[in-house]
């Protein structure tokens, strides 16, 4: 069955996410700057109150670049800790999202070499900073080494579809050593074209929709997502 996740930034979208038919949220904070760490009390009671849908929880101390500093590194590894301590009173399948890279486009090895080590039994996601890198093939070799469960990609193009091709390369050298979701301009009128170009069996999306001023979930975006793939 192909794994629907949905970006939200709080906990009432996680709730409307899930009751739509999400298979797993990623909980972030401030996405206008692509998602920054949500607070501990969001997680808690994200995982308070939610009841089946998995977590993956951003772990990234600003918006910007992904290239971390020493210190940066230390918050995130903090807040690695804290995660893991939190309760999770319905068992959810909970992980962390994390990236790095250096200067000259490659992956900075050893800061997710300590993330992905701090992060202990969680499952670890590398997010979108790997569209950055140049060798996308050579990273996800890397990124396997280092013992990560997930990649988040667009395959290095804007949207999912403009890089199927190589979303699809990469689900091929991947095999079953790691999971490559799909990423980048999925929505409810394209979403089975991309899952019939490039493979995916996971693909990530945000449904977003304004009211009362600011960025909700668009829970009937969500439901059609889900419709589509399900017939697909």
């Known amino acids: 069955m192909t794994t629907v996740e949905i ?3 709080d906990v009432p979208t996680a709730l409307v996410a899930e009751a739509a038919g999400a ?4 909980l972030c904070a401030d996405l206008g ?6 607070s501990l009390g969001a997680v808690e009671v994200a995982l308070r109150t939610l009841r089946h ?11 910007g670049d992904f290239r971390v500093s020493e210190v940066e590194e230390q918050v995130m590894l903090a807040d690695i800790a804290a995660l893991r301590a939190l309760p ?16 000259d486009g490659g992956l900075d090895l050893p800061v997710l070499r300590r993330l992905i080590e701090a992060a202990g039994p969680l499952p670890v996601t590398v997010h979108k900073a790997f569209d950055e890198v140049g060798d996308q093939l050579r990273a996800l070799d890397e990124i396997i080494e280092l013992g990560a469960d997930a990649v988040l990609t667009s395959g290095a193009a804007p949207t999912a579809l403009d890089g199927a091709a190589r979303i699809a390369a990469l689900r091929e050298r991947a095999g079953d050593r790691l999971r490559v979701i799909a990423a980048g301009g999925v929505r409810s009128h394209n979403v089975r074209q991309v899952l019939a170009a490039t493979g995916a069996r996971e693909l990530h999306l945000r449904a977003p929709v304004r009211r009362d001023g600011r960025e909700a979930t668009d829970a009937d975006e969500v439901r059609r997502v889900v419709a589509a793939v399900r017939s697909a």
Request: proline fraction near 10%; charged fraction near 15%; hydrophobic fraction near 35%.
């Open 53 to 63: 849908a998995g977590v993956r929880v951003m772990v990234r101390p600003r918006g």
């Open 88 to 103: 999770n009173p319905h068992g959810l399948p909970l992980g962390v999202v994390v990236g790095a890279v250096t200067g």
């Open 7 to 9: 970006c939200v930034s």
């Open 23 to 26: 298979d797993r949220l990623e």
């Open 33 to 38: 700057q692509g998602g920054t760490t949500p």
